[in-house]
Nanobody
Framework: QVQLLESGGGLVQAGASLRLSCSAS????????VTWYRRAPGKEREFVAV???????YYTNSVKGRFTISRDDAQETVYLEMTSLNPEDTAMYYC?????WGPGTQVTVSS
């Protein structure tokens, strides 16, 4: 059974940084794209970043230059490094691999 688990969220002040992790069990990330999404209260789920199976990365415009997605297939972990956080980044963050989702990790940024 494939399971994903996000971690690393928290409550931080504007301008701070956080590193989210997405770990997998039951399947390695190798050969699959892994995507980070977020859902803010009262809003639709939003694409944040993706690491393709070949290692290319893409970001939504609002996080370009601030967020970095990386993957360590050997450690079965995908990271989302977030810097210069602002209150608009407040959301539940989820990772997705091949339609498998984790329960999410909450990021709250205070002004």
């Amino acid at each position: 059974q494939v399971q994903l688990l996000e971690s690393g969220g928290g409550l931080v002040q504007a301008g701070a940084s956080l590193r989210l992790s997405c770990s997998a069990s039951g399947r390695t990330f190798s050969g699959y794209p892994v995507t980070w999404y977020r859902r803010a209260p009262g809003k639709e789920r939003e694409f944040v970043a993706v690491s393709t199976k070949s290692g290319q990365t893409y970001y939504t415009n609002s996080v370009k230059g601030r967020f970095t997605i990386s993957r360590d297939d050997a450690q079965e972990t995908v990271y989302l490094e977030m810097t210069s956080l602002n209150p608009e980044d407040t959301a539940m963050y989820y990772c997705d691999m091949d339609q498998y989702w984790g329960p999410g990790t909450q990021v709250t940024v205070s002004s």
